[in-house]
């Protein structure tokens, strides 16, 4: 029993934790004209990172109770490189103007990992630092490296800046597929200046007007290198009296496997008006994803549950605009305003496995399925129980209970489905198929993490030397699983520190309370999932500039800037976590189909920042 050792004080107090991180960026380049319009340029790039990590368990602690002092250490270092090698030929030839580019890249990097795990000390004092100390030790390593080259061409073309066509295309290898390593793609965009025509080009109300068409196709290779190959691990096996040491697959090789691509379609509108006191930006898009790279289920008789799998297609459209206005420009004052917004709709089009549903598992809610992906459906679906109120007296037959007369023993009365285990207060669960139970049949969509609008909007005000800007940001629709309260108000008596709506749950003293006072066990219901839509006043500036005519005694001061900021002053949100703005991390390529769950993630930080900017001549 750890119970006795859960004192926060004496864990923040008796647990060592050391990180040691060294992190070495370089980038360099070299370019020669060959000639006036022809350039070479060679660019080539490091990444070196390494991470040493130390934790020391004492049996004062938790954990260290249990494993009579646990020592952990790990070191993990990874090793990035970049090589670009491009030719860039821009000649002019009156009104035509050309731009080409031919090229080779190629990048790679390799991930090192090793761990050590030492418990049952004889001797705590020295922690890490004393390993030998310790009878039992555990060691883990891991290595793996990827690899991908390009061949990029792209070409440019602008007729008397009136109409302008780029063409591009790319062959990328990559190391993460066995067969399919090659793939190519293509794209080509039009744009249509129409204020440089003749019947437009001396209108003063219209100072921009550009229309632009494309469209493209882009490759996504992203799979841990257990996608394409198998992942072996240790398996002993005894022999009689003999204890063999062997290896064998824990996941399963997909040797198919090639590369997802998107196929977009892009059409916008560039309009500014009264030399740029307005202007807007307008895009719209439509995307299809085939070949959808996912982590998928097999059938039960590979032996394996889940595998890496080119399986399905979404389809994304939407709409993007953007909006810049100057309200006021004398000569003192000045005063801004930007806006953008974004739209997007999501739909499965095809799914493998004959088009059956596929589950995610959270980590944060012990591995069940939260998460749905189905054909028709939308990206974000959040799966689980509709909850519709709770469970009242009237709803119950009561009867005694002979071993404890103070706890009568409630039954459900007929027609009134239940899961078994209910009591009155206990959260109540729709019964969608009406079959008088509670059971997997009824899940359904409770929700999307996915929002319907989402942007932000800035404002900034110059007077003088002053400048003031006023970041905002937003998000509209959004749906989040609290699985903070789903941890912290599950009431399950076992000693853990509870929510303050514990006070407020349901008693036969206090029927009308919206509070319940039990759940099911670990189902994922709509009773946690809430509204995060959001208004976030993102930043705030206050800038003072020293007049040029001040710095003109100085030999060495070009310019001189004082500046004041607050960045995530607050927010206005009816969520009731910490912030509505995050997402576990699910540490895997999926992770971004499963982003809609609050547990355990810090909050963003208010951060208040005071500074000066020097140029020196």
């Not at 302008?164 to 794209?187: E, L, Q």
């Not at 997997?440 to 929700?447: A, F, H, L």
């Amino acid at each position: 029993n750890t119970s006795n050792k859960e004192n926060p004080v004496t864990m923040a107090k008796d647990i060592t934790m050391l990180k040691i991180l060294n992190r070495t960026i370089a980038n360099a380049y070299v370019e020669y004209d060959i000639l006036d319009d022809l350039r070479l340029r060679v660019t080539g790039g490091l990444d070196n990172y390494s991470l040493e990590d130390k934790q020391f368990y004492p049996t004062s602690t938790p954990r260290g109770y249990l494993y009579n002092a646990q020592a952990c250490m790990a070191n993990i270092s990874t090793f990035g490189w970049l090589n670009e090698n491009t030719l860039t030929w821009t000649p002019t030839f009156g009104r035509h103007k050309l731009n080409l580019m031919a090229g080779v890249t190629e990048q790679g990097s390799r991930y090192y990992y090793t761990a050590t795990d030492a418990s049952s000390f004889e001797n705590e004092m020295l922690g890490f630092n004393n390993l030998q100390m310790a009878t039992d030790f555990n060691s883990y390593s891991n290595t793996s490296s990827t690899a991908m080259v390009s061949m990029i061409f792209r070409g440019h073309y602008s007729y008397d800046d009136r109409y302008i066509g780029t063409f591009t295309f790319r062959r990328d290898g990559t190391s993460a597929f066995v067969k399919n390593k090659w793939g190519s793609f293509y794209s080509g965009a039009f744009a249509w200046n129409v204020k440089q025509e003749e019947f437009l080009k001396y209108t003063d109300a219209v100072s921009t007007l550009r229309l632009r068409l494309s469209v493209g196709e882009v490759g996504n290779s992203s799979v841990p290198t257990s996608g394409s190959f198998a992942q072996l691990y240790n398996t002993n096996t005894a022999f009689g009296t003999d204890l063999s040491i062997g290896q064998s697959p824990i996941t399963l090789a997909n040797e198919d496997l090639t590369w997802e691509k998107t196929l977009e379609y892009n059409i916008g509108l560039e309009l500014g008006l009264w030399n740029e006191r307005l202007h807007f930006d307008l895009d719209l898009y439509h995307k299809t994803t085939r070949d959808l790279l996912l982590e998928a289920p097999v059938l039960n008789i590979s032996g394996y549950t889940k595998a890496w799998q080119n399986i399905g297609s979404i389809r994304n459209m939407g709409a993007e605009l953007s909006m810049s206005a100057v309200l006021i420009d004398n000569r003192d004052f000045q005063w801004t305003l930007n806006a953008n917004m974004t739209r997007n709709v999501s739909k499965i089009l095809k799914l493998g496995q004959n088009g059956a549903p596929i589950y995610l598992g959270i980590t944060c809610l012990n591995g069940q399925n939260a998460v749905i992906l189905r054909e028709g459906g939308s990206v974000g679906e959040l799966f689980g129980y509709r909850a519709v109120g709770l469970y009242q007296l009237e709803e119950f037959n009561v009867s005694e209970n002979p071993s404890d007369p103070t706890d009568p023993v409630y039954t459900l009365k007929e027609g009134i489905a239940g899961q078994g285990g209910e009591k009155p207060g206990s959260l109540k669960l729709y019964d969608k198929n009406t079959n008088g139970k509670i059971d997997d049949e009824d899940r359904e969509t409770i929700g999307n993490f996915l929002p319907d609008i989402y942007g932000a909007f800035s404002t900034t005000f110059n007077y003088k030397a002053f400048n003031l800007y006023l970041g905002f940001q937003y998000s509209i629709g959004n749906d989040l699983y609290n699985a903070n309260y789903d941890m912290i108000a599950s009431y399950t008596g076992a000693g853990a520190n509870q929510s303050v709506s514990w006070n407020r749950r349901w008693t036969t003293e206090n029927q009308s309370s919206r509070y319940y006072s039990q759940i099911p066990d670990g189902l994922v219901s709509s009773a946690f999932v809430e509204d995060a839509s959001y208004l976030r006043f993102a930043t705030a500036r206050l800038t003072y500039t020293l007049p040029a005519r001040l710095l003109r005694r100085t030999k060495h001061v070009e310019s001189c800037r004082f500046y004041i900021s607050a960045d995530n002053i607050c927010v206005f949100t009816r969520y009731s976590g910490y912030d509505p703005e995050v997402g576990i991390s699910q540490n895997s390529a999926a992770a971004i189909l499963s982003q809609g769950f609050d547990y355990g993630n810090f909050p963003k930080a208010r951060t208040f920042t005071f500074g000066v900017n020097l140029s020196f001549k």
